[in-house]
């Protein structure tokens, strides 16, 4: 010999694939499970985050409201403006209250 030895056994070019192990359905099932509960996790916290953010933009709208000032009539001339629901006052000017006594 020429000092290469030459390995016994088989090659390892052509090494047997192995086999999977059947999985068990019920652990199947249980996978899908957690698949779907973190799957609803995230969608339930991405919809805590878009109600915050919504939240922050209805804060930062009140806010800038109050601070900027309120339009003043002018002097002299006072608007009064209707009040309550147009529906309701019409409902009263068409039934005034009558009073007995």
Not at 66 to 78: A, F, I, K, L
């Amino acid at each position: 010999m020429s000092g290469t030895r030459r390995r016994s056994g088989r090659s390892r070019r052509y090494v047997e694939e192995e086999e999977e192990p059947e999985i068990d359905p019920e652990v199947n099932l249980l996978i899908q499970m957690l698949q779907q509960q973190q799957a609803m996790h995230r969608q339930y916290w991405e919809q805590q985050a878009q109600a915050e953010r919504h939240h922050r933009e209805m804060i930062h709208i009140l806010q800038k409201q109050r601070v900027q000032p309120q339009p003043q009539p002018e002097q002299g001339v006072q608007l009064q403006a209707p009040r309550g629901n147009p529906i309701f006052r019409e409902f009263c000017r068409m039934n005034p209250p009558t009073f007995e006594g």
